[in-house]
């Protein structure tokens, strides 16, 4: 079973920034071949999908986090990340690191607030 490890979450003001971390306790060899994914889910709302990260380096956002948010990967150090700026009330959620293991792999999540 992969363990994946969020942190950075916290308290942030409308129009600021934040980081996510999530580490992964994977091999090297094969974090660099595992695509990575954040998630987020508000109250009352179901998970949903915020970026991809495939082994080659593409990236894909959804609409509402394009230009704002940003996902890459350090391999060496087993890490994704999300760097999250211009941050509006609505990206209030817990964020879920995901990886693409055989099963599917989730960590244990790490709200983000974002106060107007």
């Known amino acids: 079973q992969v363990q994946l490890v969020e942190s950075g979450g916290g308290l942030a003001q409308a129009g600021g920034s934040l980081r996510l971390s999530c580490v992964a306790s994977?091999?090297?060899?094969?974090?660099?071949?595992?695509?990575m994914r954040w998630y987020r889910q508000a109250p009352g709302n179901q998970r949903e999908l915020v970026a991809v990260l495939d082994t080659d380096g593409s990236a894909n956002y959804v609409d509402f986090v394009k230009g704002r948010f940003t996902i890459s990967r350090d391999n060496a150090k087993n890490t994704v990340y999300l760097e999250m700026s211009s941050l509006k009330p609505e990206d209030t959620a817990v964020y879920y690191c995901?990886?693409?293991?055989?099963?599917?792999?989730w960590g244990q999540g790490t709200q983000v607030t974002v106060s107007s």
């Open positions: 995901n990886a693409n293991t055989r099963p599917q792999s």
């Open positions: 994977l091999s090297t060899f094969f974090f660099r071949m595992t695509t």
